[in-house]
Structures are given as structure tokens and as C-alpha cells.
């Protein structure tokens, strides 16, 4: 038994791995592929430090056309992404199980990301005046070069290209390691690229095996990592990059808390936590997982949360009709499965599910959890998958204090129209996204990233594009 969980091996996971296409729905494979061998990776290493190099030559004749023309292929890889949205989607939902829905919207949200950075890239890495004793002074924004994005099965086109689209309108190129489960995935994203018109080398895939990412990341020609994936496999790759003085931004997952106050709108709140929890089959780093309820509400937000879940449909992730597909893979889907029997063994109660159906697939019941104990997974691990926690509160400063009790800081909601409460909130939850009366979900125009143990860097936004760039201060006498 191994945990990858979600891109990156911990330290107890095998170094040698299959790169297999898997339907969780069914348990079917539908195709492999072997690791890339070492002479290809050196090839591609190589055709990739070429189209850095060419870009750079492109922006010393005429910065401006360089920006035009890769803004110009960026819009043609967001029309791929839209008009193949029903294609793509599809090979999501047979590699990693989402429903079909959530996953032609994901591929369309990748076209978004695409036209945004396209459209507003060269004015982010704008040469930028700054006021000094020299008669010209300025910041100038410049790539790095090739960057390693190590990235995670559970959004498979989204993660890669929220990275991709802001690294490569810098003028960087990517070596993309997928995680071992969306194989396809990772062929396609590739493919785009290549579609979409820009030089070859610009975005490659690489079919690695653990040991020989570690190996990668030593290499001089490799600039910088970014990794979304487990605490682990962030401190190893961290622990990796940081022995060769190499740039890393790191997003490690949450256990995003979700507060209740009595002045909220509950059934809004209530329609909105079965979104926040369940959407992606609850595997999501920003999925809500502890939803802390005002003592004096909780009872009637646990029933109304019951009743909800109790009315979703779990089955084929290809079905429209179908809320809930699959989780992942077997050994996540087992791996939750304890979590919930510990948790439960410590003192927790179930309110619905908790049970592995009787049926083929890797499918695990919507559940609730209710009176979670102190050491127990379900206040301390982040629950990849179906299943939601309920805490009481009692007022709003105890609420903030269970929310932020936690190692993680990625996301965080609060449902409240106390004014008190809402600067409460903003201004006291540790997370590195606050979302007040609303779902949090990564947008292209805001900078995306956390604190704590779910990481450091931002994604989205300027301050994603300026991530893997040399900020250069630049004084002329």
C-alpha cells in the first residue's frame, strides 16, 4: 500500500510506479504507458532549454511582438480548450472519476485562465519605474527558464494549466511530471500546447518515476519546481530544490473550515456547503472539510446537511444524473475509509454513510461525521474525499479559534451578515483564501496559494506570473 497523494510520493511510498489509466468507476484499465527513458528525458530537457533560449533571443529583437505572439498562441490553446471542453472532459472522468459536468467545466475554466494571462501577461511584467538618485531606474520582470511542475490527479487539466499558461507568457518553458493516474491527461495538456503553435519544448511531458524526479531537480538546466501535492512530498521537494538553490512555490492541501453564525442565510449555506464539500467527489485541496456551526443553529444545519446528502445520487461519473462518481483510486478510496473508522473509534458519530458500497468501483458513501473528538483524523489529517465534519461553536471568536486550530491554511469561508463578525473573520482566519457568504474556488485574477503546512507562493493572478521570474532592479547613470 502506497500513498501518492494527489502528485508526489511521500517517504513512504515505492520509487517505481505504473503510469496506467485506471476508470475508478469500473476498475478497468484503459491503457498504459511505460516511464520515459533516460535518453528521451535528456532530449527533452535539452529541446526545452532551446525554446527558452529562442524566446529569449525573440524578446532582446522586440519584447512587445514576443508577448503579442504568445498571447496570440495562448488564445488559440484557450479556443482547443473550449471547443475540445466535451473531449477532455471525458478523459478526466475515465481517468480519475469526477462527474462529466464538473469536468467539461473544468476544462472551459482552463481556456479562461488562458485568454486572462493572454490578455494582461505583458502588462504584469511591464517594465515597472521606480524613483531614485539615478536618472533612470526600473524593475524589469524576466523569466528564469525551464521550470518542473510536479502536479496532482485530482484536477488534472486545471492544476497544469494555472500554472503553464502565467510560466510560459513570461517566457519560461515547463517539464510537466502528472501524477501516474491521468497519464492521458498528461499526453493531451502536451498536445495542446503543441496545437496551439508554440515552439517545440515549451510544454513537455515526462513519464518519471520518483527516484529520477529527485535526479531532475538537481539538474543546473532546471531553474525552478512547483509542486501541488502532500506536507511530504512538499518538505521533500523543498528539502530537494532548496540543496541546489532552486525557486519552489508549494500548495500541500487543507482542511478548509467552513463557519456558520446565526445572523447567515441557512439555506443558503446549507446548498452551499453540499457544493463546497462534495464538488471534484470531495477531492479537492479547497473542498470544505470542517464545517464549525453556531451552537445555536447546529442542530438544524446537521439536519438539513443529512437530508441533503441523503438526496444526492452516487454512481457513474459519466451519467449526468450522477452527483458523486468514484473516488480516485482504490488505495485513496481506502485509505479515507480508515480515516472515517478512526475517527468513529474515537468517539465520533455518523449521521449517514460511512459505508463501502456493494459495488464495483472505488466508491465511498456521501458522509457526515458529527461530535469529531480531539485527536482524531477528521480534526487533524485532511479527508480526501466524501465526507463532511461538524463542529459546534460557541459565538464567533470560539469559531475562529477551531477554524484556524488546525496546521493547514489554505482556504476558508465564514456565513455570516454581522458586519462584527464578517471583520472577525476576514481579518483573523489563517488561510491564504477567504471566501465571507460564498464558496472558495481559485479564480484567474486573484493569487492562490497558502499558509501554514498547505504551503507558500502564489498561483493566478500578478502575483502567480511573477513567481518564476527574475525581478531585476536596473539603475542607469
Known amino acids: 500500500m502506497y500513498y501518492f497523494v494527489r502528485g508526489f510520493p511521500t517517504d513512504t511510498e515505492r520509487t517505481s510506479m505504473a503510469f496506467e489509466s485506471i476508470n475508478p468507476a469500473t476498475g478497468e484499465r484503459l ?15 535539452e529541446r526545452g532549454v532551446e525554446a527558452y533560449r529562442a524566446g529569449r533571443a525573440a524578446d532582446a529583437a522586440d519584447r512587445s511582438a514576443a508577448f503579442e505572439d504568445r498571447a496570440e498562441k495562448l488564445v488559440r490553446a484557450a479556443e482547443i480548450l473550449e471547443r475540445g471542453a466535451e473531449a477532455f472532459g471525458r478523459i478526466m472522468t475515465l481517468e480519475m472519476g469526477k462527474p462529466i459536468a464538473q469536468a467539461v467545466a473544468e476544462a472551459k475554466k482552463c481556456g479562461l485562465a488562458c485568454r486572462h494571462y493572454a490578455e494582461r501577461g505583458a502588462a504584469f511584467l511591464a517594465d515597472e519605474p521606480v524613483d531614485t538618485d539615478a536618472p533612470s531606474s526600473f524593475l524589469r ?13 485530482n484536477f488534472p487539466f486545471w492544476q497544469v494549466i494555472r500554472f503553464a499558461a502565467p510560466a510560459v507568457m513570461a517566457g519560461n518553458v515547463g517539464l510537466l511530471k502528472h501524477a501516474p493516474n491521468v497519464p492521458q491527461c498528461a499526453v493531451a495538456l502536451e498536445g495542446i500546447f ?10 513537455q511531458n515526462l513519464f518519471l518515476e520518483t527516484d529520477r524526479v529527485v535526479s531532475l ?9 512547483t509542486l501541488t501535492g502532500s506536507v511530504s512530498a512538499g518538505r521533500a521537494v523543498a528539502s530537494g530544490a532548496g540543496a541546489h538553490v532552486k525557486k519552489t512555490v508549494l500548495e500541500l492541501g487543507g482542511s478548509d473550515p467552513f463557519i456558520v453564525m446565526p445572523s447567515a442565510d441557512l439555506d443558503r449555506a446549507l446548498e452551499m456547503a453540499v457544493r463546497a464539500r462534495l464538488q471534484n ?12 456551526v453556531a451552537e445555536e443553529i447546529a442542530d438544524a444545519f446537521r439536519d438539513g446537511l443529512v437530508e441533503r446528502f441523503e438526496a444526492l445520487t452516487l454512481g457513474d461519473p459519466l451519467d449526468e444524473a450522477t452527483d458523486v462518481g468514484p473516488v480516485a483510486r482504490e488505495d485513496l478510496r481506502d485509505h479515507l475509509a480508515d480515516q472515517v473508522r478512526r475517527t468513529v473509534e474515537a468517539g465520533a458519530e455518523i449521521l449517514i454513510g460511512g459505508e463501502i458500497p456493494e459495488r464495483t468501483g472505488w466508491f465511498y458513501e456521501p458522509t457526515v461525521l458529527d461530535r469529531i473528538p480531539e485527536a482524531s483524523p477528521a480534526r487533524d489529517e485532511e479527508l480526501f474525499g466524501p465526507v463532511a465534519s461538524l463542529f459546534r461553536a460557541r459565538g464567533a471568536e470560539e469559531a475562529l479559534r477551531l477554524a484556524n486550530d488546525t496546521t493547514f491554511g489554505l482556504g476558508a469561508s465564514a456565513w455570516t451578515n454581522d458586519e462584527r463578525e464578517r471583520r472577525l473573520f476576514v481579518e483573523g482566519l489563517e488561510a491564504g483564501n477567504v471566501a465571507i457568504n460564498g464558496m472558495v474556488a481559485s479564480d484567474p485574477r486573484m493569487p492562490f496559494g497558502g ?14 506570473i511573477r513567481e518564476f521570474v527574475n525581478v531585476k532592479s536596473v539603475k542607469v547613470h
Open 31 to 45: 491503457q498504459r504507458f511505460d516511464p520515459t527513458p533516460p535518453t528521451d528525458v535528456e532530449a527533452r530537457l
Open 141 to 153: 520582470y524576466e523569466p528564469l527558464g525551464p521550470v518542473l511542475a510536479i502536479m496532482p490527479w
Open 194 to 203: 503543441r496545437r496551439a503553435g508554440f515552439r517545440e519544448g515549451t510544454l
Open 217 to 225: 531537480m538537481g539538474d543546473p538546466r532546471v531553474r525552478a519546481v
Open 281 to 292: 467527489n470531495g477531492e479537492s485541496c479547497i473542498a470544505a472539510k470542517r464545517f464549525i
Open 451 to 464: 499558509v501554514k503546512d498547505s504551503g507558500y507562493g502564489r498561483e493566478l493572478g500578478r502575483e502567480g
